[in-house]
C-alpha cells in the first residue's frame, strides 16, 4: 500500500512514512511527510520560526509547539499557519455564536451528506475506511484501465451482482463495461480475441 507525501507529492509505501499512532478503527495513523521529507520541513521550520521547535502565534502572541498550529501548503511546500488551533476555535465559535441559524443550516447538510455516504459503502458491504485503503492501494486509479477517473468524478464500487461481494474500484466506463458483458469471462476472452484478430488501438 502507498501513500502521498504532501510535501514532494510523490506516493510511496507506508513504511516510509512514520508512525503517528492509531486511529478508533485500530490502525495505524502515518505523517502526512514521508521520512526522507520531514528532516526538509524541519529544516525550513527552524529556519523560518526557530531552532526551539517553537512559533509565535500572530493572535494570542505566545510561542506554542509546531503540533499547536494547523499546516498550509504554499507553492508545493508545508508551513505553518500563522495563528494557532486554540485561537482559530475561539474565532469558529465566536462565527458559530453570530451565525447560528446558517451554521445549522450547513451542519445539518453535511450531516445528511455523511450518512448518505456511509449508507452507499454500506451497501457495498465496506466501510468508508476500507475504502480509502483501496483508493490507496489502486493509487487513485481504475483498476482495469489504470487511468484516473473523470474530472468531479469518484471510481465506482465494483461488485459481484450474484454474492454483492466488493471487487475493487472502477472508473464509470470500465464499471459499465463489464456490466455490459454481464461479468462473462468467456465473452470477454472472445472480445480480446476478436480485437487480437481484427485490429485494436488500444
Same mark, same amino acid.
Given at each position: 500500500?502507498?501513500?502521498?507525501?504532501?510535501?514532494?507529492?510523490?506516493?510511496?509505501?507506508?513504511?516510509?512514512?512514520?508512525?503517528?499512532?492509531?486511529? +478508533?478503527?485500530?490502525n495505524i495513523k502515518r505523517d502526512s511527510v514521508c521520512k526522507d521529507c520531514? +528532516?526538509?520541513?524541519?529544516?525550513?521550520?527552524?529556519?523560518?520560526?526557530?531552532?526551539?521547535?517553537?512559533?509565535?502565534?500572530?493572535?494570542?502572541?505566545?510561542?506554542?509547539?509546531w503540533d499547536c498550529f494547523r499546516r498550509k501548503k504554499q507553492d508545493g511546500k508545508l508551513y505553518l499557519h500563522s495563528s494557532c488551533n486554540a485561537c482559530n476555535k475561539i474565532g469558529w465559535d465566536k462565527w458559530v455564536a453570530n451565525n447560528k441559524e446558517h451554521y445549522k443550516k450547513v451542519k445539518k447538510q453535511g450531516q445528511?451528506?455523511?450518512? +448518505?455516504?456511509?449508507?452507499?459503502?454500506?451497501?457495498?458491504?465496506?466501510?468508508?475506511?476500507?475504502?480509502d485503503i483501496v483508493l490507496e492501494s489502486q493509487e487513485g486509479l481504475c483498476a482495469i484501465c489504470q487511468e484516473p477517473p473523470n474530472d468531479g468524478q469518484s471510481l465506482a464500487m465494483d461488485h459481484n451482482?450474484?454474492?454483492? $461481494?466488493?471487487?475493487?474500484?472502477?472508473?464509470? $466506463?470500465?464499471?459499465?463495461?463489464? %456490466?455490459?458483458?454481464?461479468?462473462?469471462?468467456?465473452?470477454?476472452?472472445?472480445?480480446?480475441?476478436?480485437?487480437?484478430?481484427?485490429?485494436?488501438? %488500444?
Open positions: 500500500m502507498q501513500k502521498l507525501c504532501r510535501e514532494c507529492g510523490t506516493r510511496k509505501p507506508h513504511e516510509n512514512f512514520g508512525n503517528k499512532g492509531y486511529n +478508533s478503527a485500530g520531514r +528532516s526538509l520541513v524541519n529544516r525550513r521550520f527552524r529556519l523560518l520560526y526557530g531552532a526551539d521547535g517553537q512559533k509565535q502565534c500572530s493572535k494570542c502572541a505566545h510561542y506554542l509547539n445528511d451528506l455523511l450518512h +448518505s455516504q456511509h449508507k452507499k459503502y454500506e451497501r457495498r458491504g465496506i466501510t468508508k475506511e476500507q475504502y451482482h450474484q454474492t454483492n $461481494e466488493f471487487r475493487g474500484l472502477l472508473c464509470k $466506463e470500465c464499471n459499465r463495461a463489464l %456490466g455490459l458483458f454481464g461479468d462473462n469471462i468467456n465473452v470477454l476472452t472472445n472480445a480480446v480475441t476478436y480485437l487480437k484478430e481484427r485490429g485494436s488501438y %488500444g
